[in-house]
């Protein structure tokens, strides 16, 4: 695989379309000690867990591997953590999942699937209500991990318990802990400049090492030939970076429930009782309902000897006993001018982290990810050569609420209602259009990929676990794939959880979005697909490598009918590869093959190879459009 003129390229010069999925949902926690995060024992163990067996025991992974390549799934997102990997200590790295890493990798090139590596974190950390960074990134600060929920620093499913607030988890990006750590990850050494780690500013400590870390991991991998590919680091935020004013609550991905502004939070942590806000989200927008307290007990946060960097750095004082705000904007310029995250700090991190990766193996296509529908960064050849615009989408009303109503949504980049079947389809197209746009226009024209969409499977209250009416999940996952169709987008959509149960879903947070968890029921019966939910919203037919240039995809799923136009370039010699398996169809599927006038194209094979049709136009040039459909 190559990247050349924005499109992804094989060895026999044709377009790639990578369709696939993230592996899996589960990795985020370890296996051993179960860190599911419903059990209140999760956190319990720092050091001395093990993620071996995530995303599924080795022994297992010729039965998942085969299910996904038979659905058409060529590429994959495999998520790993920073956690996984150093969880001991610094430098401490756990060779033993490594070397069960690269077991799985191998397996998935002997089913000929491809696979970009994900360093996975939400909100930080495991302790911080996600997953991603080792314990001790945060101990070597100081922190009294026992306490990051009693401070109001975090609120953890193991802490909070069940039921635990539907998609209250974003809500700790705001929070103390997560804030203060991306904060000092990005931009210490700027902001604050007296906190030091064995000699070093705090920035180059961490950075230097998440590098160190991912470095290792790719030298331990880089045999694997499944890996075309690293991110650089999952869903990053900014912290405090770029607050105007710390009284206020900014750079917040979702207002729900309960929380402090930026001041009210550092207070809290160094043991004040703090107000805070309590939020509702609704059609109509974010709602403020109430308020609450925030550590009403009045512990710290910090160990003896440790303290408040903001607090260190005269952001904020408690002299005289109550806390008092005194520099409410100094998270909000970077030099002589307004501080810009993306530009300013997270670009350069990824630049940095591109050269460290590519110094273990050249070639390495670099997957970039901007702020989930916030900023993207710019890009040029001089940032860097062969990387990919792996940006996230969800449709965030369905995400929030578990309801989805195909005539009614919201649009996550500016929140307002769209009514009617087919502007809220129209909607979905344009929102993702808006990344690729930027991409084409400010990142050099590098080809994008969709790394994350996906849906709750237990809408509505969990109906079609009663019913076994998945036709509501089909259609929200075949509007998502439409989207992504009419962009022409590479997708791998969230995700694929081998251990996923129907009582608990993929073990994280409460969320339920793996399209696959295992029927023994079904299996027992011998159905193809046990276990596959909503599949008939993505399953679908699509180009896996095209012979040219991809022009259009429609996938008429109530037809089933398949209308793909391309530009032939007749210097190719081999065929157009498209992925068309009987069950899209209800039946064995025919194709035809029409030249730019309408009229059926002469001197075109048309062969069916397994689930594929192969489209041999070589020495043709010009349009043409492949209609698939019923004999």
Same mark, same amino acid.
């Given at each position: 695989?190559?990247?050349?003129?924005?499109?992804?390229?094989? !060895?026999?010069?044709?377009?790639?379309?990578?369709?696939?999925?993230?592996?899996?949902?589960? =990795?985020?926690?370890?296996? #051993?000690?179960?860190?599911?995060?419903?059990?209140?024992?999760?956190?319990?163990?720092?050091?001395?867990?093990?993620?071996?067996?995530?995303?599924?025991?080795?022994?297992?992974?010729?039965?998942?591997? =085969?299910?996904?390549?038979?659905?058409?799934?060529?590429?994959?997102?495999? #998520?790993?953590?920073?956690? $996984?990997?150093?969880?001991?200590?610094?430098?401490?790295?756990?060779?033993?999942?490594?070397?069960? +890493?690269?077991?799985?990798?191998?397996?998935?090139?002997?089913?000929?699937? %491809?696979?970009?590596? /994900?360093?996975?974190?939400?909100?930080? =950390?495991?302790?911080?209500?996600?997953?991603?960074?080792? +314990?001790?990134?945060?101990?070597?600060?100081?922190?009294?991990? =026992?306490?990051?929920?009693?401070?109001?620093?975090?609120?953890?499913?193991?802490?909070?318990?069940?039921?635990?607030?539907?998609?209250?988890?974003?809500?700790?990006?705001?929070?103390?802990?997560?804030? @203060?750590?991306?904060?000092?990850?990005?931009?210490?050494?700027?902001? $604050?400049?007296?906190?030091?780690?064995?000699?070093?500013?705090?920035?180059?400590?961490?950075?230097?090492?998440?590098?160190?870390?991912?470095?290792? +991991?790719? *030298?331990?991998?880089?045999?694997?030939?499944?890996?075309?590919?690293?991110? @650089?680091?999952? !869903?990053?935020?900014?912290?405090?970076?770029?607050?105007?004013?710390?009284?206020?609550? &900014?750079?917040?991905?979702?207002?729900?429930?309960?929380?402090?502004? $930026?001041?009210?939070?550092?207070?809290?942590?160094?043991?004040?009782?703090?107000?805070?806000?309590?939020?509702?989200?609704?059609?109509? %927008?974010?709602?403020?309902?109430?308020?609450?307290?925030?550590?009403?007990?009045?512990?710290?946060?910090?160990?003896? %000897?440790?303290?408040?960097?903001?607090?260190?750095? %005269?952001?904020?004082?408690? &002299?005289?006993? &109550?806390?008092?705000?005194l520099r409410p904007d100094h998270f909000s310029r970077f030099g002589d001018r307004p501080a810009a995250f993306v530009e300013d700090f997270l670009k350069p991190f990824q630049v940095r982290f591109a050269r460290e990766i590519r110094s273990q193996k050249s070639g390495c296509a670099i997957f970039i990810e901007g702020v989930p529908n916030g900023e993207h960064p710019t890009w040029s050849e001089e940032d860097g050569k062969d990387c990919v615009n792996a940006f996230h989408w969800y449709d965030g009303a369905t995400l929030i609420s578990k309801r989805f109503v195909p005539w009614l949504s919201v649009r996550a980049d500016n929140r307002k209602p769209v009514f009617g079947r087919k502007a809220v389809a129209r909607s979905f197209a344009e929102q993702l259009s808006d990344d690729v746009r930027w991409a084409r226009e400010r990142m050099g024209g590098m080809p994008c990929l969709l790394g994350e969409f996906g849906l709750p499977f237990d809408l509505n209250g969990r109906k079609a676990f009663r019913t076994g009416d998945w036709s509501l999940q089909e259609e929200a996952m075949s509007m998502y794939y439409d989207a992504a169709d009419a962009n022409l987008l590479h997708s791998t959509v969230w995700n694929y959880a081998?251990?996923?149960?129907?009582?608990?879903?993929?073990?994280?947070?409460?969320?339920?979005?793996?399209?696959?968890?295992?029927?023994? &029921?079904?299996?027992? *019966?011998?159905?193809? /697909?046990?276990?596959?939910?909503?599949?008939?919203?993505?399953?679908?037919?699509?180009?896996?490598?095209?012979?040219?240039?991809?022009?259009?995809?429609?996938?008429?799923?109530?037809?089933?009918?398949?209308?793909?136009?391309?530009?032939?370039?007749?210097?190719?010699?081999?065929?157009?590869?498209?992925?068309?398996? #009987?069950?899209?169809?209800?039946?064995?599927?025919?194709?035809?093959?029409?030249?730019?006038?309408? #009229?059926?194209?002469?001197?075109?094979?048309?062969?069916?190879?397994?689930?594929?049709?192969?489209? /041999?136009?070589?020495?043709?040039?010009?349009?043409?459009?492949?209609?698939?459909?019923?004999?």
């Amino acid at each position: 695989m190559r990247i050349e003129g924005g499109r992804i390229i094989d !060895e026999a010069g044709r377009t790639l379309l990578l369709r696939g999925c993230n592996l899996g949902g589960s =990795s985020k926690t370890p296996a #051993v000690p179960d860190g599911s995060t419903w059990n209140p024992a999760g956190l319990d163990a720092a050091r001395e867990v093990s993620f071996i067996g995530k995303p599924f025991p080795v022994e297992e992974a010729d039965e998942h591997f =085969s299910r996904l390549s038979r659905w058409g799934f060529s590429f994959l997102r495999f #998520v790993i953590t920073w956690e $996984a990997v150093e969880h001991a200590g610094p430098g401490i790295y756990d060779e033993s999942y490594l070397a069960y +890493a690269r077991k799985i990798l191998k397996k998935a090139a002997e089913h000929g699937i %491809g696979v970009f590596i /994900d360093p996975h974190q939400d909100v930080w =950390s495991r302790w911080t209500g996600g997953d991603g960074a080792p +314990a001790w990134t945060m101990e070597r600060l100081g922190f009294d991990l =026992s306490l990051l929920d009693r401070t109001g620093a975090a609120l953890t499913h193991q802490h909070v318990g069940d039921p635990y607030p539907r998609m209250v988890w974003p809500t700790n990006y705001s929070r103390y802990a997560a804030a @203060t750590m991306f904060t000092l990850f990005f931009a210490g050494d700027v902001y $604050a400049p007296g906190t030091t780690i064995e000699g070093e500013d705090v920035r180059s400590w961490l950075q230097g090492r998440y590098f160190a870390a991912m470095r290792h +991991a790719y *030298r331990r991998l880089k045999d694997c030939a499944a890996i075309v590919g690293w991110g @650089t680091m999952n !869903e990053p935020h900014a912290g405090f970076i770029g607050y105007r004013d710390l009284s206020g609550l &900014e750079n917040c991905t979702i207002e729900l429930g309960a929380i402090p502004s $930026a001041f009210r939070s550092m207070a809290a942590a160094s043991g004040h009782p703090s107000a805070a806000t309590v939020y509702a989200q609704g059609l109509t %927008g974010t709602r403020r309902i109430g308020h609450a307290t925030i550590n009403p007990e009045g512990v710290s946060l910090f160990k003896e %000897g440790f303290g408040c960097p903001w607090k260190r750095e %005269g952001v904020w004082t408690d &002299e005289g006993g &109550e806390a008092r705000l005194l520099r409410p904007d100094h998270f909000s310029r970077f030099g002589d001018r307004p501080a810009a995250f993306v530009e300013d700090f997270l670009k350069p991190f990824q630049v940095r982290f591109a050269r460290e990766i590519r110094s273990q193996k050249s070639g390495c296509a670099i997957f970039i990810e901007g702020v989930p529908n916030g900023e993207h960064p710019t890009w040029s050849e001089e940032d860097g050569k062969d990387c990919v615009n792996a940006f996230h989408w969800y449709d965030g009303a369905t995400l929030i609420s578990k309801r989805f109503v195909p005539w009614l949504s919201v649009r996550a980049d500016n929140r307002k209602p769209v009514f009617g079947r087919k502007a809220v389809a129209r909607s979905f197209a344009e929102q993702l259009s808006d990344d690729v746009r930027w991409a084409r226009e400010r990142m050099g024209g590098m080809p994008c990929l969709l790394g994350e969409f996906g849906l709750p499977f237990d809408l509505n209250g969990r109906k079609a676990f009663r019913t076994g009416d998945w036709s509501l999940q089909e259609e929200a996952m075949s509007m998502y794939y439409d989207a992504a169709d009419a962009n022409l987008l590479h997708s791998t959509v969230w995700n694929y959880a081998a251990d996923n149960t129907r009582e608990r879903g993929d073990g994280w947070n409460d969320e339920d979005l793996s399209i696959w968890s295992r029927d023994r &029921e079904a299996e027992e *019966r011998g159905e193809a /697909d046990a276990g596959a939910r909503g599949i008939g919203g993505w399953r679908r037919p699509y180009p896996k490598a095209t012979a040219g240039e991809p022009l259009s995809i429609r996938w008429d799923r109530k037809k089933k009918t398949f209308e793909f136009r391309f530009r032939a370039d007749p210097a190719l010699g081999a065929p157009t590869e498209i992925f068309a398996p #009987v069950e899209c169809f209800g039946g064995e599927p025919t194709a035809r093959v029409l030249d730019s006038a309408g #009229v059926p194209a002469g001197g075109i094979a048309i062969a069916r190879v397994g689930a594929c049709f192969e489209i /041999d136009a070589a020495g043709r040039e010009g349009e043409f459009l492949v209609l698939i459909g019923r004999r």
